[in-house]
């Protein structure tokens, strides 16, 4: 029977994104396009894409999550992701990975989501 490690003390649960690159805005603006049809706040300020990694062959990876694992467009949010960003100019290949390590809490969402939710 294998052990299943815990994080290292110090390791971060949710990968950091490639904010560095040249595509990183672009990027983040595609995923500020995709909306969860129940909340009317855009997936990247409510804080539902954890990382996005972009090779020096401008491979995109995007690890997200979503509000509930039970939510009805659970398998159709990963494709409406990838679908934004693959038409853009210098994206080589899009991969979007669903977690739900860490959990999505509230805490995440931006500024700009807790006002127009009016949790501000």
């Known amino acids: 029977m294998t052990d299943i490690q815990d994080p290292a003390e ?7 994104s490639s904010t560095g690159h040249p595509l990183y805005d672009a990027v983040t ?3 500020r396009t995709v909306y969860d049809p129940e909340i009317p706040v855009n997936i990247y300020d409510l804080g539902l894409i954890y990382t996005i990694e972009i ?4 491979e995109v990876k995007i690890v997200m999550t979503l509000t ?6 659970a398998g159709d949010m990963p ?3 990838a679908d934004a960003v693959e038409p853009l100019d ?3 290949q899009v991969d979007v990975a669903l977690t739900w390590e860490p959990p999505w809490g509230m805490d995440m969402m931006s500024d700009e989501a ?3 939710l009016g949790f501000m």
Not at 55 to 58: I, M, R, T, W
Not at 68 to 73: E, K, L, R, T
């Open 114 to 116: 807790r006002l127009e």
């Open 10 to 16: 110090g390791t971060p649960l949710i990968a950091p």
């Open 29 to 31: 603006d595609a995923c």
């Open 68 to 73: 509930a694992p039970g939510c009805p467009v």
């Open 79 to 81: 494709g409406w992701v």
């Open 90 to 92: 210098g994206v080589k």
């Open 55 to 58: 090779s020096s062959e401008n």
